[in-house]
């Protein structure tokens, strides 16, 4: 399906639906029940928006629920936009699976509203709802929402808020580009089905504020009870979204706002405007997993100055080029009496390659400063006295390009532990694929330090980071300014063909959604097992798996295989006939020494994979679970003409721990593959003599299934 819409009771999810329906182009279902023994003829009515159905009689005569949505409603989908909503808890991972969704929205409201509006409801209704019922309810789907805000990539995931829903326009536009589906529809269709007729008169068929604090004005002493009692028992949900106390502004109700305490481990204090709004995004910090903490953003103000006291620290290679660009730097520096150390060093290889010395270098006068560090590029001049350098007090500051990109031109560390785990992380990934861009590097180490840990990260304005020739606003004077030397390069850049983020990779370094699972961390930090990293390659097989592998790639050269570890496979090929990627440092690192000929990168989430003739995944896709398969395979077979998928197929053999192994049959590839344009030519089956010989087999499939596809 195309959206999946979830969220607690009574806050606007219906409402949410109705937008996002106009038959017969869109429709989001509202509460089918396709998994857990509902989809009665309410599902049919909303299905005959599209067009004529079956009769009451022929819908009700298929008692599987599935099976009837996939006979009844199914072909009158296909050719829309469609999507279900539920907020129902039980039932959701097997609706996913079933109908894995392309983008997921999460709706949340303040819990107080929640319970006073699901009173009011039953008040109304006299539907005889129990409050330990509403409660129960309201304790499931906040369990259900952090499931799957756990378990959903993080690209195809939104919170919505409903306090800034009802009231920013921009905030819906942005949510129905999102989305891909236009809020065109009737607020008040299909409010008669569930007899809710009512909702459509008081509301007017609009969109506003009429809702907002409800608990402020119970309208009975049983809706007081319960908000008191909600507010008690659902603090850790009201914490987690964002939701103040009893004096909480709901003007805007964000996962990014957060109280001044929260901002005060910035150093900073929030600051609203006159409509109560916070002010803008400043800074972020990622997830504490020991305290079971969430990442969130922080809105504020940042400091004008302070006393606090740092170092500026550069190198530059030898050439006219850099070394008259750091002269500059030098003499701009020494305008403003700033500490500096700018160091000169040999050119290497390729510009490329020069970058990625920045990480090590960084980190060297990092561990010789006592004070925050800040680099500088060579090409760089300090226009204005940088005051808020001796304001900070965070682990990392960097400004963003265009709103997703870090910039690596200026950058700020603490002297903090987490600032010397980012370091370290960068070092490594740097170290292991020297032709990557150092800021890209330096992203992915970003990434794999917040996913746990409660980095703070503050986010620079534009005038810290200010392009020569690049726009900005009128009011904003710079303060270091990068002159591009790089621009006036000639032949000193490498030839490799530089990884591309895809759309859906900006939009989540857009939102700061942090893309690691655990499985990603486990890979990353330890690339596999230590001690087979560094092992002679064997090949437990036990039959001639280059002859296999030649036999399936049938001449579609050159090979790019997705999840190439140390290089086991790679060895298989000659070098311009093959290209590896793989997501963990320390494997890369290993796969380079020891075929220095063959083409190795590190690869993450959110970039485009290179061209290739062919696609391999050799014992890959079996570590990677449902969600994560299907992103790696439509990334990776998107121009791909032809794919090989290699593993032991049956899925008897799933296990779970660290790391885990999801072997699945291979029907579920065929069809998965049809969804992507590619379509099965070949199939052949080896004995695996290391799982045929394993005691505990149990009749499982112990071969080894190669299937090729080709597009078209």
């Keep these: 399906m195309d959206v999946f819409i979830f969220g607690m009771l009574r806050s606007g999810t219906t409402m949410l639906t109705n937008l996002l329906t106009n038959a017969p182009e869109q429709i989001v279902l509202i509460e089918p029940g396709i998994t857990r023994g509902d989809m009665g003829l309410h599902v049919k009515k909303q299905i005959e928006r599209l067009g004529p159905t079956c009769s009451d009689q022929e819908w009700l005569a298929v008692s599987n629920p599935l099976k009837r949505f996939q006979r009844h409603a199914v072909p009158h989908l296909q050719g ?88 920013d326009a ?115 910090v990622g997830n504490d997993a020991l305290a079971g903490q969430s990442a969130r953003s922080v809105r504020g103000t940042l400091p004008s100055g302070g006393t606090g006291k740092y170092r500026v620290v550069c190198f530059h290679t030898t050439d006219d ?181 895809t759309e859906q990779g900006k939009e989540q370094r857009r939102a700061n959604h942090l893309w690691r699972s655990a499985e990603d961390l486990y890979w990353i930090n330890n690339g596999g097992r230590a001690e087979d990293l ?32 140390n290089g086991r496979i790679a060895s298989l090929f000659e070098p311009d006939a093959y290209q590896g990627v793989d997501i963990a440092p320390a494997a890369i690192r290993e796969a380079r020494r020891r075929l220095p000929d063959h083409g190795f990168r590190l690869i993450d989430d959110g970039f485009a994979y290179p061209a290739a003739g062919c696609v391999l995944f050799y014992e890959t896709l079996q570590h990677l679970d449902g969600a994560d398969a299907v992103k790696v395979l439509e990334t990776a077979c998107a121009s791909a003409k032809r794919v090989v998928i290699a593993e032991v197929m049956d899925s008897r053999w799933r296990r779970g721990g660290l790391p885990a192994f999801f072997n699945r049959d291979p029907e579920l590839y065929i069809l998965a593959m049809q969804s992507f344009g590619l379509r099965l030519v070949n199939a052949a089956k080896y004995i695996h003599a290391r799982y045929d010989s394993l005691q505990w087999r149990n009749g499982c499939d112990s071969r080894i299934s190669f299937l090729t596809f080709d597009r078209g």
């Design 321 to 501: 080029l850099y070394a008259s660009r750091a002269a500059n730097l030098i003499a701009s520096l020494n305008t403003y009496g700033i500490d500096h150390a700018v160091v000169p060093i040999e050119v290497s290889d390729s510009w490329e390659a020069t970058c990625s010395r920045k990480a090590a270098f960084v980190r060297e006068q990092w561990e010789q400063s006592d004070v925050p560090v800040v680099w500088l590029d060579a090409d760089a001049t300090v226009e204005a006295e940088p005051s808020l350098f001796a304001a900070l007090d965070c682990d990392f500051a960097v400004h963003k390009v265009k709103g997703w990109e870090l910039a690596s031109g200026t950058l700020y560390f603490g002297k903090t532990e987490l600032a010397r785990a980012l370091l370290d992380q960068w070092v490594t990934r740097c170290d292991a694929d020297p032709r990557g861009w150092d800021q890209n590097h330096l992203q992915s180490a970003w990434c794999d330090i917040s996913a746990t840990r409660p980095l703070r990260t503050i986010w620079l304005p534009q005038p810290y980071l200010q392009i020569f020739d690049a726009p900005r606003r009128k009011s904003e004077t710079p303060v270091i300014m990068h002159w591009q030397a790089s621009r006036d390069l000639t032949g000193e850049k490498t030839k490799a063909t530089p990884l591309e983020l």
């Design 534 to 565: 560094t092992q002679p390659y064997a090949f437990p097989e036990g039959f001639d798996v280059g002859g296999a592998l030649a036999a399936a790639i049938d001449g579609a050269f050159p090979v790019l295989e997705v999840g190439c570890g």
């Design 170 to 284: 921009d905030y819906r536009q942005e949510l129905s580009d999102w989305v891909g589906f236009s809020f065109s529809g009737d607020l008040a269709q299909r409010l008669d089905i569930y007899g809710r007729d009512y909702e459509a008169q008081r509301h007017d068929s609009t969109i506003g504020a009429r809702s907002l604090r409800r608990y402020q004005k119970p309208g009975s002493e049983r809706q007081a009870a319960i908000v008191e009692t909600a507010a008690r028992l659902m603090s850790d949900y009201q914490a987690h979204y964002g939701y103040g106390g009893d004096d909480a502004d709901q003007t805007v109700a964000s996962q990014d706002a957060g109280p001044d305490a929260f901002l005060s481990q910035f150093g900073l204090r929030a600051t609203y405007t006159d409509d109560g709004r916070e002010t803008r995004v400043v800074g972020f």
């Design 80 to 167: 829309a936009k469609w999507g279900v909503k539920e907020v129902n808890p039980y039932g959701i991972p097997e609706l996913l699976q079933k109908y894995p969704p392309r983008k997921v929205l999460l709706v949340v409201r303040d819990i107080r509203d929640i319970v006073a509006s699901a009173v009011e409801k039953d008040e109304r209704l006299n539907s005889n709802i129990s409050d330990d019922w509403i409660l129960k309810r309201a304790r499931d789907t906040y369990d259900c929402l952090l499931m799957l805000e756990r378990t959903i990539p993080s690209f195809m995931l939104r919170v919505l808020h409903y306090e800034r829903f009802v009231q």
